[in-house]
T-cell receptor
Framework: GAVVSQHPSRVICKSGTSVKIECRSLDFQATTMFWYRQFPKQSLMLMAT?????????EQGVEKDKFLINHASLTLSTLTVTSAHPEDSSFYIC????????????FGSGTQLSVL | GENVEQHPSTLSVQEGDSAVIKCTYSDSASNYFPWYKQELGKRPQLIID?????GEKKDQRIAVTLNKTAKHFSLHITETQPEDSAVYFC???????????FGTGTRLKVLA
């Protein structure tokens, strides 16, 4: 099956710093990737749709200037949490589809962000 | 937009018993419904899915039913085992968008 790699798996940073999370499709090309955020004991909330070569589409309530998404190639999307604050601490997870018509999404392993 | 509700939020069953988790969706355009199992700090794992042109699908101890008219779908796990303990999420999406909207999750605990 399709493999999505996400790095880092865990990051601890100081308040005010920026953190970049990478999401790679290893064996397929992904024109679209999705970024989710999951707070403890809560569901996966869709943050944005990352489109290769164009601007990301953000869900309502998600600050696009705070969560910068770049999808410069068909195999890589990055999420940068700018000027992180403790309330940004969460589990961030990306997903992508190989678009072979089966409707399936393949998820990265997630990044646990802790902002001190 | 789509809204997916999931019940119950927690479920405890004795080993060997069955577990049922229910979801409802709001957007009649949704036509793909996957179920995921997630362990703490790990990625969600697809366990079964169903498309809107099918009413029921089964894979060993796991089955999913879909009622398009009522806009609800359910996950059924039979002969539960301790390793089934995890958080289960339903999701809904519209064909071709790959944009999943997840339910709120059910924490299943199987008691040995």
């Amino acid at each position: 099956g399709a493999v999505v790699s996400q790095h880092p798996s865990r990051v601890i940073c100081k308040s005010g710093t920026s953190v970049k999370i990478e999401c790679r499709s290893l064996d397929f090309q992904a024109t679209t990737m999705f970024w989710y955020r999951q707070f403890p004991k809560q569901s996966l909330m869709l943050m944005a749709t990352s489109n290769e070569g164009s601007k990301a589409t953000y869900e309502q309530g998600v600050e696009k200037d705070k969560f910068l998404i770049n999808h410069a190639s068909l195999t890589l999307s990055t999420l940068t949490v700018t000027s992180a604050h403790p309330e940004d601490s969460s589990f961030y997870i990306c997903s992508a589809s190989d678009r072979d018509g089966n409707e399936k999404l393949f998820f990265g392993s997630g990044t646990q962000l802790s902002v001190l | 937009g789509e809204n997916v509700e999931q019940h119950p939020s927690t479920l405890s069953v004795q080993e060997g018993d069955s577990a049922v988790i229910k979801c409802t969706y709001s957007d009649s355009a949704s036509n793909y419904f996957p179920w995921y199992k997630q362990e703490l700090g790990k990625r969600p794992q697809l366990i079964i899915d169903i498309r809107s042109n099918v009413g029921e699908k089964k894979d060993q101890r796991i089955a999913v039913t879909l009622n398009k008219t009522a806009k609800h779908f359910s996950l059924h796990i039979t002969e539960t085992q301790p390793e089934d303990s995890a958080v289960y999420f339903c999701a809904a999406s519209t064909r071709g968008t790959y944009k999943y909207i997840f339910g709120t999750g059910t924490r299943l605990k199987v008691l040995a």
